[in-house]
């Protein structure tokens, strides 16, 4: 365990496809606050999953993003949720899949990390939930009621976070509405090892096509190289040339055991927050734009 370590954060906010950002100031403002908040956090000690899990909790909250509450909605106008948290000092993966009536289906794969059973569908979400006593609550917003009635396919926009803790523990949280529009039951990359996944090396959170994050099973073979000793910038840059050459249309954010950080996309571009040199704030909705 490395004492006192530089704390490092990175959160995004959904891989978009045709390079616009609906609201982007508004997005931009709540990204600006989610990544301070949570950095103080993880200044004040908080251990890398409490981080990663509050980042994610935060964009859960606010409609704007993919997960939780203004989730995009399925085939048939439901919302069904989908988060997965990793412990990458613990090795220990919790998931729920296509859970619906939450807001936060991350603190219920949260719970998950310390029970033998750690990947729930629905119906074993629905319990666990009722047994956390996690409020029951409708996530579809007028908003995406519309969006679904005009057919609107709004690009995509998964939330996650990495974080490498104060103990130098890392951590990934991803949390997902899905693609929108989608077949009924049908299951994102999120809450698989292909779209959130951490080790005691790195640890990666994806955004972008489930379909083509979980064929590039982006996650674990990035973790995969990092583990067998190529420099986690490599690592990126070779995957993001492999998904460019694939044209599979998939975002990522990564940190490792050392603090560095990265953020790669094949979109168009990917909303996320990280520190960059002397402590300026990275990221796009550009930070320095307003
Ligand atoms: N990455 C989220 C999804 O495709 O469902």
Known sequence: VTLSARPVLVIQAGATLDGTAPAAGAQATALDRIFRDTSELLAGGAAAVAAVVAAVTAMEADPQFNAGLGSKLQA????????????????????????????????????LLAREDRVLDATGADRLADECREPRQDPVTPTRLAQWRERARPTTGTVGAVARDVAGRLAAATSTGGRGGETVGRVSDSCTVAGNYADNLSAISCTGVGEEIVEAAVAARLAAWVGAGIPLRTACQRMEQELRARHRRCGFIAVDSAGTWAAHWTTAVMAYRGEGPEGRLVGWPDPLSR
Not at 84 to 89: E, L, S
């Open 76 to 111: 048939d106008g439901a919302a069904r949720l989908s988060a997965a948290v990793m412990d990458g000092t613990a090795g220990r993966f919790g998931a729920v899949v296509n859970v619906q009536r939450i807001h936060h289906p991350t603190r219920l794969a949260l719970q």
